[in-house]
Every structure is written in C-alpha cells, then in structure tokens.
C-alpha cells in the first residue's frame, strides 16, 4: 500500500516517497513533504546541473551547492538554472 503526502512543491495530495532517500533532517522533511512525482522531476532537474557544471560529488562546496539547489526547487518555488537549456513551450 503506497502511503499520501500533501506535496509542498506540487500543492497537492499525491503518493509519497517509499523510503527516506535523502540523509538527515532535511531526508526526514523530503520523505514527509514531497511526492515520488516532484522528486522525479528533482532528480532530472539533478543529473542536469551536474552534467552543466561538471560538478563532483566527491568535492563538499559542489554537494553543498546541489543541496541548496534541491531545496530551493522543492521548498521554495525556485526554478533551476541552467545554462542554454530551454524548456519546452506548452501546447
């Protein structure tokens, strides 16, 4: 049985994360606030920035920036930089 979570990135009721897939508090805050769907679409949002800006996870400063880049995308309405990428226009 999957378990409901009010998603604060999508505004609304949707399925929740099976397990806690971040570590922390802010893990903890992820796997009770955010749907499977708006982590799927983080983590698209994710392997981009890391292809654009060649970043390294084995470096804390490029880990640091993605979390606050995480955040910012499911906490705060942010969008996601990246450079030359234009997303496609709705029909």
């Known amino acids: 049985m999957s378990r409901t ?3 604060q990135k999508l505004q609304k009721d949707a399925e ?3 397990f806690q897939l971040y ?3 802010l893990g903890e805050k992820i796997f009770n606030n955010i749907s499977k769907e708006a982590w ?3 983590q698209h949002k994710q392997t981009m920035l890391i292809n654009e800006k060649h970043l390294n996870m ?8 993605l ?4 955040t910012g995308f499911l906490f705060e ?3 996601v930089e990246i450079e030359g990428y234009k997303p496609q226009e709705k029909k």
Request: charged share 30%; aromatic share 12%.
């Open 40 to 42: 799927q679409q983080w």
């Open 23 to 25: 570590p922390g508090e």
């Open 67 to 70: 979390e606050e880049q995480m």
């Open 58 to 65: 084995m470096d804390n400063e490029h880990r640091i920036f």
């Open 77 to 79: 309405n942010k969008e």
């Open 16 to 18: 929740g994360l099976s």
């Open 5 to 7: 979570v009010f998603c």
